[in-house]
């Protein structure tokens, strides 16, 4: 598998650099892997905060800017990062109102940023935390108790940062963030294994033909393994999966996101056949977002991510974003 | 090769049922495979059409809005558009200001948009057309007489679209568009071949541990094959043929673009190299960009554009563009 890279050991710091050398508007700090937006911290405003293992951009560095993450932790490649870049990334960003520490459940994360909240809070930080475990595949996974954090993160990042952006209290922020991670579910599918650059190879075996159904975005076995399905089948299949377990009420939002390798055109082909399902099955979309956003290294394959919205939510959708990632409205 | 597909031949009116759904903003005629802003004509404003083979996602489709392309027209997977569309497209787009044909230098687009130009102005339309001829690998190639079309594509929609947007007359925007492709080149390199839906599995062998230096967007073939290069020599070897026949007296906005399988992580990192080679070289950097904006299906690797600025060229980048894949100021 050949890597555009050096060497493993300099994955994270070298793109990194790039990242700074491409947004000015954020400020890397490459030694102690923390993007903050440059403007923190925004008086008046709370902050959020989020991080986890590399591999997954433009998760969460791409997502640091207005009306989203104030700062973003990157971890080595799929490993968590520590209690210290938090720490950092939470001083640098607090305006006095406090800072949402935003949390995908893999065991690492949760430890290192429950820590990280501790020694916060020792000086002087308010921290309000959320657990993002969205993933209806399974419960309890290779590196995760309970159900694993995924695409949902995009949409508490986005809906919680929106309301931090008009000046809500932390207090409503966390509020905000409890209600998408209540309201959002996702299920994903590999078409092929993925590759670190540490290991120079695919982190699993899936045989040529067969594909995961349910699979982590580290490459954690899912439901089950078949042979090769249709565009039209993994949509029926994906999208009832999250239905089973969420049975909105409301109109959703719909995430249509690529784990890496899947081309753009097959991606927008999938998501016809998930509008599909969901016209048969009587759910109003009310937004969708297509693209690669929550990756998983050189996977093939896709997720779906449905967050019911009330009126509240959807207006802070669509309310300004501006990050390298996901940008509208600025 | 596992693809997110239904059957080989509805792959482009799949994707285009799924871009219709999830941009409202665009019309998306999926019978006669044209994209164009909902809001076309314009009133006073010269119009931007362009298009190609599927498969460089979301060159062009997600290209079009404000201050960029008003209608794009996708063929079939690495096969040109026929006339036809290019005429309606015209026709769709035109507010009496004039329209500009942005072409890739590939023979089976030259020829059609040839063709489609003399019959939109048989219907009265008035059309320029600009030829992209960016990438300074090789001169004639598979699919092409002459040097292909790739990465100032971009540049062209979205700095000529610029200049339309402000109200520019069709002299001036094909003007900017001119100018554009004088200023700007491309050099691609590829880890590993590409996949068509048709063929199924890679459209050309590239041996493990090699790579192609010079690779052309549908894997055609570049300058030359070596044992597989770190990020630092690769961005060398790229930057360094492009500036060889670029020689700029001017900053540069950068493009690292992907070519679909490689991840943002690595991209990311490359970007880092390329931006040291350029300071080695004395190259000041306006602007940069870093994703995938040009790929080929499931192809890993990426290319590097460069495209030298003047003041105004640089406030046209600045200025608003509101498009699936490239948005700011809106």
Redesign the interface.
Known sequence: M??????PE???A??????A??HPELSVDVENRVIVRRDAPVAGKVALVSGGG??H??LHG?FVGRGMLSAACPGE?FTSPVPDQMVRAAAAVDSGEGVLFVVKNYTGDVLNFDMAAELAEDEGVRVAKVLVNDDVAVSDSTFTAGRRGTGATLFVEKLAGAAADEGAPLERVEAVARQVCGSARSFGVA??ACSTPAKGGPTFDLPA?Q?ELGVGIHGEPGRERRA?M???E?ADYAVDAVLEDLRPDLPVIAL?NGA????????????????RVLTERGVP?AR???G?YV?S??M???SVTLCQVDEELLRLWDAPVNTAAL????
């Open positions: 050949n890597m555009l890279i050096n060497v300099t994955v994270v070298d793109a990194l650099r790039g990242m050398a491409a590399s591999g951009e433009p791409g490649v078409l092929s033909g594909l090769m249709t565009s039209r993994i249509v890496g390798a899947t081309p753009l055109l097959e991606l927008y082909g999938f998501n016809a056949e998930v509008q979309v969708t977002l297509v690669n990756t290294l050189d093939a394959g896709c940008r509208w409205g600025c």
